[in-house]
């Protein structure tokens, strides 16, 4: 049944689903999230003017760390050997987008590594900027998009 939740067995109780059955396929994830701050805050991070040093290339290497280890922190996710993790951010007004794309080779499917590489970073950013920007708000953290295809021979 579609509305039943897979991490629950008949009884009620947390269980770790069995995708031993399942094949093995390419499957990929994209995910978004935004960190709203001040434009003087955004500029800051544009030019590198703030003092712990280029945050988006520490935000970038959080969210990729993030995703690799996300099934450490997420209780129920099976680890995945993960092919490749992107993580990229746009400067629009008052707002800082990120987005994180996740691939892997396997039996389940990378949405949980690309939402957890999103979040990760966007709280890596708010702690590196919290000294200059009070008010930043984390926001509408979003699978976008994925996809499974057969591997190719």
Same mark, same amino acid.
């Given at each position: 049944?579609?509305?039943?939740?897979?991490?629950?067995?008949? *009884?009620?109780?947390? @269980? /770790?689903?069995?995708?031993?059955?399942?094949?093995?396929?390419? *499957? @990929?994830?994209?995910?978004?999230?935004?960190? %709203?701050?001040?434009?003087?805050?955004?500029?800051?991070?544009?030019?590198?003017?703030? !003092?712990?040093?280029?945050?988006?290339?520490?935000? %970038?290497?959080?969210?990729?760390?993030?995703?690799?280890?996300?099934? *450490?922190?997420? !209780?129920?996710?099976?680890?995945? !050997?993960?092919?490749?993790?992107?993580?990229?951010?746009?400067?629009?007004?008052?707002?800082? *987008?990120?987005?994180?794309?996740?691939?892997?080779?396997a039996a389940?499917?990378?949405? /949980?590594?690309?939402?957890?590489?999103?979040?990760?970073?966007?709280?890596?950013?708010y702690? /590196?900027?919290?000294?200059?920007?009070?008010? /930043?708000?984390?926001?509408?953290? %979003?699978?976008?998009?994925?996809?499974?295809?057969?591997?190719?021979?």
């Amino acid at each position: 049944m579609a509305d039943e939740l897979s991490h629950l067995n008949v *009884r009620g109780e947390a @269980r /770790m689903v069995d995708v031993s059955a399942k094949p093995t396929m390419v *499957r @990929r994830a994209l995910a978004e999230g935004s960190i %709203r701050m001040a434009p003087a805050t955004l500029s800051l991070i544009q030019s590198g003017g703030l !003092p712990k040093g280029d945050v988006i290339a520490t935000a %970038r290497i959080a969210g990729i760390q993030a995703a690799k280890e996300t099934a *450490r922190l997420i !209780p129920l996710c099976h680890p995945l !050997p993960l092919a490749a993790v992107e993580v990229n951010f746009d400067f629009e007004p008052g707002v800082l *987008r990120i987005t994180a794309a996740v691939k892997t080779s396997a039996a389940t499917g990378v949405e /949980m590594e690309a939402l957890t590489a999103v979040s990760v970073a966007a709280l890596t950013l708010y702690d /590196m900027c919290k000294a200059v920007d009070k008010n /930043m708000v984390i926001a509408d953290i %979003r699978l976008l998009e994925k996809t499974k295809t057969p591997l190719q021979d």
